[in-house]
C-alpha cells in the first residue's frame, strides 16, 4: 500500500495545492479498502497474527461497551499507523544500522547479545526482547542523536496568548520545539553529536559510561510530551 500510495501522490504534486487535499483522500480510502478485505477473512489466530487480529473480535458500531471499537475509530487509527509508523520506523531503524556500522566495537556487542540470547527467529518476540538493555540503548541513542522526524511540530497559540516561562506568546503566533535541536545540545548531552549508546544505560551495568551522568535526560522527548505525544510511543 506504501508503494502504491507514494507513486500516485509522486503524480499528484504537480497539482498543488489540490494533491495534499487528494493525497489525504487517496491515503483514506486505500486504509479503508484494505480494513475491509482483513476484516473480511475473519479471525486469523493460529493462522497468520497482525495488527488487527487483537481487534477483529472486539468491533461494536454503537461503541458503547468497554473494551470495543467502532470501525470509524478503527479507520482512524489504522490511517495514523500508516502516516506515522511505517515510514519513521523504517528511517529509525535503518539510521541505527548506519550508524551501528560506522562503529564495528559496537555493532559486534550487540550481535552478540542477541545472538547469545537467541538461538533462532521463532524466540524474538515483542516480550523476549525486553532483557536486551543495549539494544534498547541504541534504539533511544539513535532517536536521539539522528530523530526520524526533525521538525518543530508546530502549534498555533490561542487568540488570547499565552506565558511561558514568563514570556508572553501572542495569539496566533506559531510556535514548536525542534527535537533534533534540543536533544543535540551541547548544554545537554556529553558529546552531543556523537553516538554512545552507552549513554542510556541503567548505572548497575557494567558497560555503563559515568561520564554521561550529566546527560539531562528529560531533554528526550522522540515521541514528544504531552496528551497528544506520538502514539507510537505505546
Known amino acids: 500500500m506504501h508503494a502504491k500510495y507514494s507513486t500516485i501522490r509522486n503524480c499528484l504534486s504537480r497539482f498543488s495545492p489540490l494533491n495534499i487535499f487528494l493525497g489525504l483522500f487517496l491515503l483514506g480510502r486505500l486504509t479503508t479498502d484494505k480494513i475491509n478485505r482483513r476484516l473480511a ?79 533462532g527467529n521463532d524466540q524474538i518476540t515483542v516480550q523476549s526482547t525486553h532483557g536486551l538493555g543495549y539494544l534498547k540503548a541504541v534504539i533511544d541513542e539513535t532517536m536521539r542523536f539522528r530523530h526520524p522526524t526533525p521538525i518543530s511540530l508546530p502549534r498555533c497559540m490561542p487568540p488570547e496568548g499565552r506565558t511561558v516561562d514568563g514570556q508572553l506568546i501572542p495569539g496566533y503566533t506559531i510556535i514548536g520545539v525542534n527535537l533534533q535541536n534540543i536533544q543535540t545540545t551541547p548544554t545537554l548531552w556529553v558529546e552531543s553529536h556523537a553516538f554512545h549508546p552507552e549513554r542510556f544505560l541503567p548505572g548497575s551495568d557494567p558497560r555503563y559510561d559515568h561520564r554521561f551522568g550529566t546527560d539531562v535526560k528529560a531533554a528526550f522527548m522522540p515521541f514528544s510530551a504531552g496528551p497528544r505525544n506520538c502514539q507510537g510511543s505505546k
Do not use: H
Not at 68 to 76: F, G, P, Q, V, Y
Open 41 to 119: 477473512r475473519g479471525d486469523l489466530t493460529g493462522v497468520r497474527s497482525d495488527l488487527l487480529s487483537p481487534l477483529v473480535g472486539k468491533l461494536d458500531e454503537k461503541g458503547g461497551a468497554k473494551g470495543t471499537i467502532t470501525k470509524a475509530e478503527l479507520t482512524t487509527n489504522q490511517l495514523a499507523f500508516s502516516i506515522a509508523d511505517c515510514q519513521l520506523t523504517t528511517v529509525a531503524l535503518a539510521t541505527a544500522t548506519y550508524l551501528l556500522l560506522r562503529d564495528p566495537p559496537k555493532w559486534q556487542r550487540l550481535v552478540d547479545k542477541i545472538r547469545g540470547q537467541f538461538t
